[in-house]
């Protein structure tokens, strides 16, 4: 939690627009955000972090996010995962799944869905 | 002598002031636009994420976005791009309302190349049915880039009247491959199976198929059932199964089967003689198929193919012979050091058994 006592929500993703657009619409709903556009600085700030949750993109520069949720699974970080991916194939998702995500989303999306999606994760 | 020296000196010396003045002035005019359009960018950011999140009207929004199109186009992409359903659709209420719609209209029939090819895509995107026309006259365009991109806007509009005309195109005068003529038929939505499927069925009557697109029968059909395996389109079984026969060209069985599979969806028709054919694309395909059925009819069939010398037909076999005996047969196999044990094991070891 926040100085506000607010939950903050760590988003991963490189495409500027879409993780201003999430923020936004987190921030609406009384969410902290923060923002990392690159797989490799993912976990760090999850240590150093006090994040209610995680919504990532799988496809990010430097380290992927099949890898990010093998080291959250190994390093047994205890955060709920909301994947919000362009990869729209079964196998794909099976994988993230499979691999520790809580949540999956195909790009494109509805705002709104991620939201409903994400509160069910957050236990609201 | 020397009074040319100095001449000479003096003009390269103006010449390099002149070229480092046009260098500065130049950085200096495109980092005021670039602050420009950034300031705008910002503007446009806070307008657009109030207008989706329906805290201000689309009057409001399409007022303060309703200039420099070419810019907000580009601001545009990614939202474009990634969202859907209701907050797509609010895009396409907005692009419609501030004039970039008519702006692009204009643009696809007077612009150069280049800014014809940017509408087509920008008009496709927006699914803008008033470019039909003119998307439909660059069908036959020279330039074979207007050509693909208005083919695209076309598949993207979801003009489906037009399908089988943009196909002949596609197959007479582009040069897609195979996978990206499926990916755009796809583009055209599910409703172009029914016309698939008339299409085929008045096809078993005059056989024209060849005539109609002027390319091998195998390729048409291969793509067609593609669409309705993508689709899961059960209608169309009936038309897609009167080719399930030894007799067709090898291509289309396979298509057939991999249409199958994605489809899930049991046939009576009997299936021996391709778990016997020579070719193993089509005897892996049609194991495949039964892996997803789990028809037991065909197991002690299944059962030798596991010894099969191709690795997919023995794999997609045991796959079958597990989701018929429910692993016990394959373990079975390995216990008893059978042949085949191998390929048992992986499969058991595949489903965590």
Redesign the interface.
């Given at each position: 939690m926040t100085a506000e006592n607010k939950d903050e929500i760590l988003i991963a993703e490189d495409d500027e627009p879409i993780s201003k657009l999430i923020s936004y619409k987190l921030q609406k709903e009384n969410l902290e955000t923060s923002v990392v556009t690159e797989g490799d600085r993912v976990i760090p700030e999850l240590k150093n972090g006090d994040y209610e949750a995680l919504i990532m993109e799988l496809m990010l520069p430097v380290l992927d996010g099949i890898s990010i949720l093998n080291r959250i699974k190994k390093q047994d970080l205890e955060i709920p995962v909301l994947i919000l991916s362009a990869k729209s194939q079964e196998k794909d998702i099976i994988k993230a799944l499979n691999q520790g995500a809580d949540e999956y989303i195909t790009k494109p999306f509805r705002p709104d869905e991620l939201m409903l999606r994400l509160k069910r994760l957050l236990g609201d | 002598m020397l009074s040319y020296i100095y001449y000479t000196a003096a003009g390269v010396i103006l010449l390099i002031l002149l070229v480092v003045f046009l260098i500065v002035f130049y950085h200096l005019k495109n980092r005021k636009n670039e602050r420009m359009i950034n300031s705008r960018r910002e503007k446009w950011?806070k307008i657009l994420?109030q207008y989706?999140?329906d805290e201000i009207s689309l009057e409001k929004a399409a007022a303060g976005m309703n200039s420099d199109y070419i810019y907000l186009y580009q601001f545009l992409k990614?939202?474009i791009?990634?969202?859907?359903?209701?907050?797509?659709e609010q895009l396409k209420e907005l692009t419609a309302a501030n004039g970039m719609n008519d702006y692009f209209l204009n643009r696809l029939q007077t612009a150069d190349r280049s800014g014809k090819i940017r509408a087509a895509v920008f008009l496709g995107k927006m699914e803008v049915g008033a470019a039909v026309e003119q998307l439909r006259e660059n069908l036959n365009s020279e330039d074979k880039n207007l050509q693909t991109v208005s083919i695209q806007a076309l598949a993207d509009i979801g003009e489906q009247q037009l399908f089988f005309e943009v196909l002949k195109v596609m197959l007479k005068k582009s040069t897609f491959t195979f996978e990206a003529l499926t990916e755009i038929s796809i583009r055209f939505g599910e409703d172009i199976c029914p016309k698939i499927k008339e299409f085929l069925e008045k096809e078993k009557r005059d056989k024209r198929i060849e005539a109609v697109f002027e390319v091998p029968e195998f390729q048409i059909l291969s793509l067609f059932f593609d669409i309705f395996g993508y689709y899961r389109y059960l209608p169309g079984l009936e038309s897609m199964l009167q080719y399930l026969d030894p007799q067709s060209s090898e291509e289309v069985l396979i298509h057939i089967f991999k249409a199958l599979v994605k489809m899930e969806y049991p046939i009576e028709q009997d299936l021996t003689e391709f778990l016997t054919s020579e070719n193993w694309v089509i005897r892996s395909q049609a194991a495949r198929y039964l892996a997803v059925t789990g028809d037991s009819k065909y197991l002690d069939q299944l059962y030798e193919l596991i010894t099969d010398s191709n690795w997919w037909v023995s794999y997609y076999s045991a796959l079958a012979v597990f989701e018929i005996g429910r692993g016990e047969i394959l373990k079975e196999i390995v216990e008893n050091d059978r042949a085949g044990k191998e390929m048992s094991r992986y499969v058991l070891a595949q489903n965590n058994i």
């Open positions: - | 950011e994420f989706l999140a990614p939202y791009k990634n969202l859907k359903g209701d907050n797509f």
